[in-house]
T-cell receptor, first 117, second 115 residues
């Protein structure tokens, strides 16, 4: 069964450093998403991406964040200068479609746990 | 603004019994989708079941069923014949059909199945 993969599974970085989280969505999917989950809290939407551009972003997704689909298979989330409060699990998700009233689910990757020290 | 509310932070159920996890939502959009995901202690998000706003019948997937009451804006998850492996965090989510299909999640309910 096709699946979303994410690397690394765990990343430890120092405050102020740049990190890049990588995702390989399911190959025929068109919509891509990043979510984050601070430990013990709910999952929060960060950004959605379609047709090589951001379709929506949340308030969390400020200028420190960027996304890219550099080669048609990878989907990356970059945090330019990490803060302590960026420590969280980051999930990538993809969906075949995002049509109104469709049952097309979002498939989640296993997550990358980011720890900022 | 769209919102999902899960009022039960934690639930206990005896093995082999049924359990209902509550979820209420708020939206002004007539078209939306409701999802339930399971998150075991390992952290991954596992899709369980989907209900569309125009679906006439309640969704079912094996031991999972969704009790969809549109007028009350509730989408409760029912797990029948609970198993020890059902112990996990359960999240209700609503898809925003306006733009890009992002998911809005509730706070989650931690289910513990007792032997």
């Amino acid at each position: 069964e096709p699946e979303v993969t994410q690397t690394p599974s765990h990343q430890v970085t120092q405050m102020g450093q740049e990190v890049i989280l990588r995702c390989v969505p399911i190959s025929n999917h068109l919509y891509f998403y990043w979510y984050r989950q601070i430990l013990g809290q709910k999952v929060e939407f960060l950004v959605s991406f379609y047709n090589n551009e951001i379709s929506e972003k949340s308030e969390i997704f400020d200028d420190q964040f960027s996304v890219e689909r550099p080669d048609g298979s990878n989907f990356t989330l970059k945090i330019r200068s990490t803060k302590l409060e960026d420590s969280a699990m980051y999930f990538c998700a993809s969906s075949e479609f995002a049509l109104r009233d469709s049952s097309y689910e979002q498939y989640f990757g296993p997550g990358t746990r980011l720890t900022v020290t | 603004a769209q919102k999902i509310t899960q009022t039960q932070p934690g639930m206990f159920v005896q093995e082999k019994e049924a359990v209902t996890l509550d979820c209420t939502y708020d939206t002004s959009d007539p078209s939306y989708g409701l999802f339930w995901y399971k998150q075991p202690s390992s952290g991954e998000m596992i899709f369980l079941i989907y209900q569309g706003s125009y679906d006439q019948q309640n969704a079912t997937e094996g031991r999972y069923s969704l009790n969809f009451q549109k007028a009350r804006k509730s989408a409760n998850l029912v797990i029948s014949a609970s198993q020890l492996g059902d112990s996990a965090m359960y999240f209700c989510a609503m898809r925003d059909d306006n733009q890009g299909g992002k998911l809005i999640f509730g706070q989650g309910t931690e289910l513990s199945v007792k032997p």
